[in-house]
Nanobody, 127 residues
Framework: QVQLAESGGGLVQAGGSLRLSCAAS????????MGWFRQAPGKEREFVAA????????YYLESVKGRFTISRDNAENTVYLQMDSLKPEDTAVYYC????????????????????WGQGTQVVVSS
């Protein structure tokens, strides 16, 4: 089981940027496909972005395409979510998630496909 720790959340004005980090420990992240999810107050957790084990394949929630970028540095055992042009509706607790996979180019979209989760980091976007 890999341990995940998110950081980088905070309060930002609409139009601003934040970079979330997800640091892994206990296992080499290169064995894991990774995802970012978020949960806004009173709403269910939703998928935001996913990246394959190799980093060569990514997928995004439609509403964040062109604004968010998921990336990974396997040597640093860290996954990132660069968030630009933030909107108030991006306000949520953001979670990173991991699951092992044999396929280097495979990513996963459902929270039920992930086995390991971080504690989350709060992002608040003011209007």
């Amino acid at each position: 089981q890999v341990q995940l720790a998110e950081s980088g959340g905070g309060l930002v004005q609409a139009g601003g940027s934040l970079r979330l980090s997800c640091a892994a420990s206990g296992h080499f992240l290169s064995s894991y496909a990774m995802g970012w999810f978020r949960q806004a107050p009173g709403k269910e957790r939703e998928f935001v972005a996913a990246i394959s084990r190799s980093g060569g394949t990514t997928y995004y929630l439609e509403s964040v395409k062109g604004r968010f970028t998921i990336s990974r540095d396997n040597a640093e055992n860290t996954v990132y979510l660069q968030m630009d042009s933030l909107k108030p509706e991006d306000t949520a607790v953001y979670y990173c998630a991991a699951r092992t996979t044999d396929g280097s180019g495979i990513y996963y979209l459902s929270e039920y496909e992930y086995s390991d989760w971080g504690q989350g980091t709060q992002v608040v976007v003011s209007s």
